[in-house]
């Protein structure tokens, strides 16, 4: 109805202004940062496949307008998360931060207490950098002695506890243990398929929902 008072100039103005506007909505929703290793950087699956990117739909399915940044790489450790984890907290300033970390620790039979010192750690400079944490735990095969696998299997809750954090005691929990668990590995035995993905994320998701709204 106001088409006749308006010329060429209010047009363009407009248009700025639902450009800029975008960005504003956006802005508006939580970034959610996934630190973590193999499992979460879809090793050998079909990018798009793995529960990050199953993540990401869920989320826009949920209308929360969260987005999520993968920072995860194959092979790393607690010692190599902590070192980029200040990098990537200055870039992307996450509200939330999902850290899956520690497998190949204890695949590598490393000091127990270097891990529970480096998870601690991501977990305070985060909490401190302004993002909520959650911890997404993982077990290890008794390699190292039954001890140690216990001990490692504990170390999740110890420092969510000790940091106020949120944890997912054990990721492949319905994987690992379910009715096929042959049929939800790849041959390497360790590394989840495709057919787990859609499971480690109904593992993950009741603890990460809460944080995000």
Request: aromatic fraction near 6%; hydrophobic fraction near 45%; include cysteine.
């Amino acid at each position: 109805m106001f088409a006749g008072n308006w010329n060429r100039r209010h047009f363009i103005a407009a248009g700025l202004a639902g450009c800029y506007a975008l960005p504003a909505v956006a802005a508006a929703g939580k970034t959610i940062l996934v630190l973590g290793d193999s499992i979460s950087a879809e090793y050998g699956l079909k990018r798009g496949t793995g529960w990050v990117p199953l993540l990401e739909k869920r989320l826009v399915a949920e209308t929360s307008g969260a987005r999520v940044v993968n920072a995860s790489i194959s092979g790393e450790t607690t010692s190599g998360g902590r070192s980029r984890l200040p990098a990537l907290l200055d870039k992307h300033k996450p509200d939330i931060l999902v850290l899956e970390l520690g497998g190949n620790d204890g695949l590598r039979g490393l000091p127990l207490a270097m891990t529970e010192d480096n998870l601690s750690h991501m977990t305070q400079a985060a909490q401190k950098a302004g993002a909520r944490v959650l911890l997404v735990g993982i077990q290890v095969p008794p390699n190292y002695g039954a001890d140690y696998s216990s001990r490692f299997a504990g170390l999740y809750d110890k420092v969510a506890r000790k940091h106020k954090a949120a944890v997912v005691p054990f990721m492949l929990k319905g994987v690992f243990d379910g009715p096929e668990p042959m049929r939800m590995f790849q041959p390497d035995r360790i590394h989840p398929t495709e057919a787990a993905q859609p499971l480690i994320l109904d593992t993950v998701w009741p603890e990460l929902k809460k944080l995000v709204k």
